[in-house]
């Protein structure tokens, strides 16, 4: 029902800034998050933000580096990310979740969204 495609990753040096951008197509309304992974580790949750609204949620060690954001017009969500550190170093994920949810426990887990982008590399290097 909706397609999504993220742009934006590459290298950059720690202490650096970069903005990831995940644009939809077909249906919209959807809330979206974003969620990173690196090679050997589980899938973590990033951000997301509510389609209609402006409701957020965060990772709480991400709280303040990071920043989400949409411009419904364009159907694009943004994940703004500063003073990067390797350990950030991840293929970063957009993902959009069709059902009504509250709090951070529903939009922090991956089964809350069905339909997800191809990822985007992000690599920080020291």
């Known amino acids: 029902q909706v397609q999504l495609v993220e742009s934006g990753g590459g290298l950059v040096q720690a202490g650096g800034s970069l903005t990831l951008s995940c644009a939809a197509s077909?249906?919209?309304?959807?809330?979206v998050g974003w969620f990173r992974h690196a090679p050997g580790q589980e899938h973590d949750f990033v951000a997301a933000i509510w389609w209609s609204g402006s409701t957020t949620y965060y990772k709480d060690s991400l709280k303040g580096r990071f920043t989400i954001s949409r411009d419904n017009a364009k159907n694009t969500v943004y994940l703004q990310m500063n003073y990067l550190k390797p350990e950030d170093t991840a293929v970063y994920f957009c993902?959009?979740?069709?059902?009504?949810?509250?709090?951070?426990?529903?939009?922090?887990?991956?089964?809350?969204?069905?339909?997800w982008g191809q990822g985007t590399q992000v690599t920080v290097s020291s």
């Open positions: 077909g249906r919209t309304g959807y809330s």
């Open positions: 993902a959009a979740a069709p059902d009504v949810g509250y709090g951070l426990n529903f939009y922090s887990s991956r089964r809350s969204y069905p339909y």
